[in-house]
T-cell receptor, first 111, second 111 residues
Framework: DTAVSQTPKYLVTQMGNDKSIKCEQNLGHDTMYWYKQDSKKFLKIMFSYNNKELIINETVPNRFSPKSPDKAHLNLHINSLELGDSAVYFC??????????FGEGSRLTVL | GNSVTQMEGPVTLSEEAFLTINCTYTATGYPSLFWYVQYPGEGLQLLLKATKADDKGSNKGFEATYRKETTSFHLEKGSVQVSDSAVYFCALRGGGNKLTFGTGTQLKVEL
């Protein structure tokens, strides 16, 4: 059983479209995250939720909207996609601060 | 603010060579320090951690010692294998749930 699973794994879309990435964790963790990894492998936190409550909201365009329907799920919706949004988006969860379990990533390509 | 600086890669080694990947940090207070590893096409995995000065984290033959006096947390392994080829990320947690990652160091191990 995959601990942190994301779908889709690959996403190719046109500029201006809206897309969503879903994440689920079966570890029973209270905290979930979205990270963005660019082409140079640089990792930047975007959002974090603890028990469905938003606790970290970094400087991210408001075209990005996270949603946590319950503590096992954290989805990311992106409106009006731009070329610069192309990246790998990682979902992660943790129970102990700093000890993150990452999903396999969702590679988004905006054409 | 908090920051992590890692040596630039790629680092290319022959199998059974000794590995050091340098990591230094800037933080207020007493951060916890981590090394994560990312194998090709996968998400990051926690490799080891240290939560206070002089602690040594170790796992899978890798070690790192939390040196407060030099603000460093260098990763070492005595004898690398081809299967260790990956990108290694140093990270710190100052407070709360936010991890600050370094830029990653790619390791290539050749036969």
């Amino acid at each position: 059983d995959t601990a942190v699973s994301q779908t889709p794994k690959y996403l190719v879309t046109q500029m201006g479209n809206d897309k969503s990435i879903k994440c689920e964790q079966n570890l029973g963790h209270d905290t979930m995250y979205w990270y963005k990894q660019d082409s140079k492998k640089f990792l930047k936190i975007m959002f974090s939720y603890n028990n469905k409550e938003l606790i970290i909201n970094e400087t991210v365009p408001n075209r990005f909207s996270p949603k946590s329907p319950d503590k096992a799920h954290l989805n990311l919706h992106i409106n009006s996609l731009e070329l610069g949004d192309s990246a790998v988006y990682f979902c992660a969860s943790s129970q102990n601060p700093g000890e993150l379990f990452f999903g396999e990533g969702s590679r988004l390509t905006v054409l | 603010g908090n920051s992590v600086t890692q040596m630039e890669g790629p680092v290319t080694l022959s199998e059974e060579a000794f590995l050091t990947i340098n990591c230094t940090y800037t933080a207020t207070g007493y951060p916890s320090l981590f090394w994560y590893v990312q194998y090709p096409g996968e998400g990051l995995q926690l490799l080891l951690k240290a939560t206070k000065a002089d602690d040594k984290g170790s796992n899978k033959g890798f070690e790192a010692t939390y040196r407060k006096e030099t603000t460093s947390f260098h990763l070492e392994k005595g004898s690398v294998q081809v299967s260790d080829s990956a990108v290694y990320f140093c990270a710190l947690r100052g407070g709360g749930n936010k991890l600050t990652f370094g830029t990653g160091t790619q390791l290539k191990v050749e036969l």
